[in-house]
Nanobody
């Protein structure tokens, strides 16, 4: 398995919660930062959250700050995205990926090993 595998998406009403998971091989996951991005129909892929290799440093897009939480389980090689107080504008396909050594954490071009994504749909 080369690409991570995302899961946990679905249809939820506004105000609801979902927890996304990103399972990756140790080859992809170990000792590297990981990130979550999302893409809505007709829009560019945008940064959501980033976590460093040890899990003690995180960054979030302003639009999700205070509502989403990124975490990781290094023993299981899984990255999570807990999403609370969901809004219709959170709708999109959510992807996880491994960040490279250089560049800023919110630049999708600095990430590799993208998964196929999981669909999140938030109804009003």
């Amino acid at each position: 398995q080369v690409q991570p595998v995302e899961s946990g998406g679905g249809l939820v009403q506004a105000g609801g919660s979902l927890r996304l998971s990103c399972a990756a091989s140790a080859q992809i996951f170990s000792n590297v930062p990981m990130g979550w991005f999302r893409q809505a129909p007709g829009k560019e892929r945008e940064f959501v959250a980033h976590i460093n290799w040890s899990g003690d440093i995180t960054y979030y897009a302003d639009s999700v700050k205070g509502r989403f939480t990124i975490s990781r389980d290094n023993a299981k090689t899984i990255v999570y995205l807990q999403m609370n107080s969901l809004k219709p504008e959170d709708t999109g396909v959510y992807y996880c990926a491994r960040k490279g050594l250089f560049g800023t954490y919110d630049d999708a071009r600095r990430y590799a090993y993208w998964g196929r994504g999981t669909q999140v749909t938030v109804s009003a």
